[in-house]
């Protein structure tokens, strides 16, 4: 059998394996008979345009200021929301686009291009979203995605703890059923868009039991910041993205109806865990971008920087870096559209989504760094673009999963597979 | 008035370095980035914004080239114009296709479509010819208000500032009325998501230029087209005196 055929053949189990929850509220998209295809739609297309203009003409001029000042890039978003690449992929019954996470991914990857701390800020809320999407009911949906539709508000995930981070079977937040409500107690940390949003999606453990299963012990909930006993804290000073809001919440005997609970008690894990196979791949997107502006960057300077007589371009000690820059680059980029394509077309892909999301993160590292050894001394300094990009791709490599998480699902899937194949 | 008639052009975008073909016969168009000729976007908001404040009812835009026109026309549906018509031109008529018969094309659109209002950009970043607008208005017999930096509608006429060499001009015009839009008549707005989504249903209609009749034989021939000649290095003068003595010398005063 020819060797193509026999990887395809061994690698295909790992996927097919993954098939055992179908968590998509949205109707995948049926499979085209006409094979692999590499070009966007004219949708995509304009798509990317308008992301592309958008990222050009509003955060670009703006994404150093607010890099300094910290400040939650509030007119940004405003003008996001209105130019609609905000909250793309809200079903079309509550007044949303129902676009795919191809499309989210595509202007993820455009926007952080600009500045990936304001694509954080805008993308975040779909984070805190995605599992309503995925698993809230009909009235839950219209009710908190339908005011994100009508007003500029933005939403938050809560899930990661002071002492729980990719341990997330081990978060202390614990909610108590009394008579019609949950009593929440607890405290979340690093919560993106911690301060600025309406309302957070929130896990939190509902079985006391140390011996209940993580299957069982977890229910996610809808909870909204104005409720009594809702504290965010202080804003942290970190070390990139840093127009992003994070924050640690603070929740003391906070009333949840049961109308808010995401489909029951108990049900809250496999939400959380569900929503990154629509979350990573925009993420890695993001990274994309940021590597893919660290190579303008630095081939830019590479053509007007001269040493020894010629633009430093013509050395090989630089251009070979630009081109380990793109092989970087393109290959995330392929990486993130499988993994979004696959979502998208009903697959299970969250080993592609990890895959995805751990190379862009690696990839966008290097090439910042790479961007700031192009240019010298002044790329140490602030008043060139790419220091900027080095502190801002580092998170890459710790949110939505650290690097050793996403390794831990590749591994133990690659090794399933393995013991389950003859 | 109901009808406004936007004509937009597909142009090579306004930031790619342009490059000469090597034969000087044009300048190179293939796998180059195209856009929507940035005062064309500048009429077709005018126009949506005046079906915005009910002065007008409907809004059509309206191209002229080959298939890849059609992203052109979607965009102008985008940004809120209702139907589109592509006049389909290809090949070697694309080639030589000018204003007059651009123009001609539009006369007869307009008449067809009983616009009452035709608006283009002041002139097209490529060619820069400023004609479209003036010709078509004299094919229709109807007054023109080129170089538009305002349009105002006071009972069925139009008060137009123009943007000319020595300030601003200002002129009454009555509808029917062929405009062209200059630089400050307004910001063109984003075309919002969810209406390039809508775009998409928005119909758009295709005709040829024989069908209105039009004769797209050329009436002027390229000769050749270079490259503008590489500026010349200046020389630092030390004083006053010889800068006079300099510019005496070129003829210059």
């Not at chain 1, 791949?281 to 007589?309: C, D, M, N």
């Not at chain 2, 980035?33 to 404040?53: G, L, Q, T, Y």
């Not at chain 2, 270079?226 to 010889?242: L, M, Y």
Request: charged share 25%; net charge positive.
């Amino acid at each position: 059998m020819n060797p193509l055929a026999q990887i395809v053949r061994a690698t295909r189990p790992i996927y097919r394996k993954l098939s055992t929850t179908a968590t998509t509220a949205s109707a995948a998209k049926p499979i085209p008979t006409t094979g692999f295809c590499f070009e966007l739609t004219d949708e995509q297309k304009a798509l990317q345009e308008l992301a592309r203009k958008f990222t050009k003409d509003e955060i670009i001029p703006v994404a150093g200021q607010y890099d300094k000042t910290g400040e939650y890039p509030w007119p940004v978003v405003k003008k996001a929301w209105e130019v609609g690449l905000m909250n793309g992929h809200i079903p079309e019954h509550c007044g949303g686009l129902g676009l795919g996470v191809f499309e989210a991914c595509i202007l993820s990857e455009e926007l952080a291009y600009g500045c990936s701390g304001i694509m954080a800020a805008v993308y975040i809320t779909e984070v805190g979203q995605t599992p309503i999407i995925i698993a809230g009911n009909k009235e839950q949906q219209k009710k908190y995605l339908g005011r994100l539709i009508d007003e500029p508000l933005v939403a938050a995930y809560g899930v990661t703890e002071p002492g729980a981070g990719s341990d997330v079977a081990g978060i202390k937040t614990r909610a108590e059923k009394k008579g019609d409500e949950w009593i929440l107690n607890g405290q979340k940390m690093w919560i993106t868009n911690g301060g600025v949003a309406n309302w957070y999606f929130v896990l939190a453990r509902t079985n006391p039991d140390p011996k209940c299963p993580a299957s069982k012990a977890f229910t996610g909930f809808i909870v909204e910041r104005e409720w009594p006993g809702v504290t965010p804290g202080r804003k942290e000073q970190n070390m990139g993205q840093r127009a992003s809001d994070t924050r640690g919440i603070t929740f003391e005997d906070v009333r949840i109806p049961k109308e808010n609970v995401l489909i029951g008690e108990g049900a809250g894990f496999k939400i959380a865990m569900g929503a990154f196979d629509k979350t990573r791949p925009p993420v890695a997107a993001g990274a994309t971008g940021l590597a893919q502006r660290a190579l303008h960057e630095a081939t830019k300077y590479s053509l007007e920087r001269k040493t020894f007589g010629v633009p430093i371009a013509r050395h090989q000690a630089v251009a070979f870096m630009l081109a380990d820059m793109a092989i970087g680059v393109e290959t995330a980029r392929i990486a993130w559209q499988r993994a979004a394509w696959m979502v998208d077309h009903g697959q299970k892909n969250t080993v592609m989504a990890s895959v995805a999301k751990c190379h862009a993160s690696e990839i966008a590292n290097k090439a910042a760094t790479d961007a700031v050894q192009v240019f010298g001394g002044n790329g140490f300094n602030t008043e060139y673009p790419v220091e900027k990009l080095m502190r801002d791709a580092k998170i890459y490599q710790i949110y939505e999963g650290t690097s050793q998480i996403q390794r831990l699902i590749i591994s133990r899937e690659i090794l399933t597979a393995a013991t389950q194949t003859n | 008035m109901s009808r406004v008639l936007v004509g937009v052009k597909r142009v090579i975008d306004y930031a790619v370095k342009i490059r000469v073909k090597p034969d000087k016969s044009g300048v190179v168009t293939d796998g180059v980035k195209h856009s929507m000729n940035p005062f064309d976007e500048i009429a077709v908001e005018e126009a949506v914004r005046m079906k915005e404040k009910k002065l007008a009812s409907e809004v059509i835009a309206v191209s002229c080239g080959p298939s890849q026109a059609q992203e052109t026309l979607r965009t102008a549906l985008a940004m809120g114009a209702d139907r589109a018509i592509h006049v389909e031109v290809a090949g070697a008529e694309y080639d030589t296709l000018q204003p007059i018969h651009v123009a001609k094309i539009l006369a007869k659109l307009s008449q067809d479509e009983k616009a009452d209002l035709v608006i283009v950009g002041k002139q097209a970043i490529d060619d820069d010819s400023n004609q479209t607008a003036q010709m078509t208005a004299a094919l229709l017999d109807w007054p023109q208000g080129t170089f538009a930096s305002k349009i105002e509608k006071t009972d069925g006429a139009l008060t137009i500032t123009r943007e000319i060499d020595g300030g601003l001009e200002v002129i009454k015009t009555k509808i029917p009325a062929v405009l062209s839009a200059d630089l400050r008549l307004n910001e063109p707005r984003y075309a919002t998501l969810p209406n390039i989504m809508k775009a998409k249903k928005k119909p758009l209609k295709k005709v040829s230029a024989k069908d209105l009749g039009v004769d797209l034989a050329p009436r002027i021939k390229v000769v050749s087209v270079e490259d503008p000649p590489v500026r010349q290095a200046g020389s630092i003068i030390p004083d006053v005196d010889t800068l006079v003595a300099k510019l005496k010398e070129g003829g210059h005063v």
